[in-house]
Every structure is written in structure tokens, then in C-alpha cells.
């Protein structure tokens, strides 16, 4: 009788440490995979990433800049497009600046691809601003550009306090791979707005 009960007893045990060893391995192989954080604010570069020896003088943030699909809409950091479709950003700026004019070039790459690096140049700034601001940038040269853009003004002129609304036009690819994609509006004179860019986010859907 008491063999009877110890067996029954290690049984239990041992059915308690396979269904623990069970949930450990599916742990350990499917591990629970959180959804990536939506830009739902823009990330603002305050100037550009410098080498160790290099310095830069940081000048006061001069600017402000929002960005919405149509002019009545709320700003907003995220877009959706779908393969081959093309879509207007409106990029608003506003000179905080009392006396200064600025001379704003602009830019677009992609930094990046469902969270992983994917540095690509979509638009190059425009002369006489042919240097990056981003020292250690790498275009990827064997990488398809997901996407055609243009700015209707490029550069711009704003004028003490002056707020001007610029016209990015985006088309995505038709062989776009579809997920989300981290982009970079760049504006090239961070030395004098101490703004060098932010960025949003598209999420390119499949037709």
C-alpha cells in the first residue's frame, strides 16, 4: 500500500516538472514578442551626430516644425500609403526667431525598416548645401529605395516669426516591402536653427 502511494506521489511529481520544463521550452523558443512603439511624437534631431573630435557650437532651438496629411488635420508623426500609391505631407514651419532669416534646405532618407537599420537617401539636399549634416551616415548602395519624394520649395526662406507650409510628395514603391519605415526629414543649416531634422513614420500597406 504505502508502494502504491509513493508511486502515485512521483508520478505527480514528475507530471509537474515535465509541465514546467514544457512551458520553459516554449518560452525560451516563442518568447513574447511586444509590439513596437508608434511614433506618435516626432523625434527632434538637435544637431547633427558629431565624431569624438569634432565640435560643434549647439545654437538655440529657432524653429518649430509639424507635419499633417491635409491642412485641416491634426499634426500628426504617421502615415499610411499603400504600394505605388503617392501621398502629400504638409511640413509646416515656424521661425521663432525675432531678427534672424533662415535658409532652410531639405532632405529625406530612411533610417530604418520594422526597427532595423536601413540608411537610404531618398532626396539630396539642395545646392550649395551638398554635405550631409550627419557625419556618420551610410547610404546603402545595394539596397532598393522603397520610395520617390520631392518638396515643392527646396530650399526655403523664412522670414523673422514667419510660418510657411512646404509640400513633401511621397511615392511609395509597387515592390515596397509593406511594414513600417523610419523616416528622416533633414534640414541642412542645424548650425543656425539648432534644429537638424526629425523624424515619423510611414507604414507602406500591399494592394
Given amino acids: ?15 509537474v516538472i515535465a509541465g514546467f520544463l514544457v512551458t520553459e521550452a516554449s518560452y525560451q523558443l516563442f518568447p513574447t514578442q511586444e509590439p513596437p512603439a508608434k511614433a506618435d511624437t516626432p523625434v527632434v534631431l538637435l544637431m547633427p551626430v558629431s565624431s569624438p573630435n569634432t565640435t560643434f557650437n549647439r545654437a538655440p532651438l529657432q524653429l518649430d516644425v509639424a507635419l499633417s496629411q491635409y491642412p485641416s488635420s491634426n499634426q500628426a508623426f504617421n502615415f499610411n500609403i499603400s504600394q505605388g500609391e503617392t501621398i502629400t505631407v504638409n511640413v509646416t514651419l515656424t521661425s521663432y526667431s525675432n531678427q534672424t532669416q533662415f535658409t532652410i534646405p531639405f532632405y529625406l532618407s530612411v533610417g530604418a525598416f520594422e526597427n532595423q537599420p536601413f540608411p537610404k537617401m531618398v532626396t539630396t539636399p539642395p545646392s550649395p548645401y551638398p554635405v550631409l549634416p550627419w557625419l556618420d551616415y551610410n547610404d546603402s548602395p545595394n539596397a532598393t529605395n522603397p520610395f520617390e519624394a ?8 523664412l522670414a523673422p516669426n514667419e510660418s510657411k507650409i512646404v509640400f513633401l510628395t511621397i511615392t511609395a514603391s509597387e515592390n515596397a516591402a509593406p511594414g513600417v519605415y523610419t523616416m528622416l526629414l533633414g534640414m541642412g543649416n542645424w548650425k543656425e536653427t539648432g534644429l537638424g531634422g526629425i523624424t515619423f513614420q510611414i507604414t507602406v500597406l500591399s494592394t
Fill in 150 to 157: 520631392g518638396f515643392d520649395s527646396n530650399p526655403i526662406t
Fill in 1 to 15: 500500500m504505502i508502494t502504491f502511494k509513493t508511486k502515485i506521489v512521483a508520478a505527480v511529481i514528475l507530471a
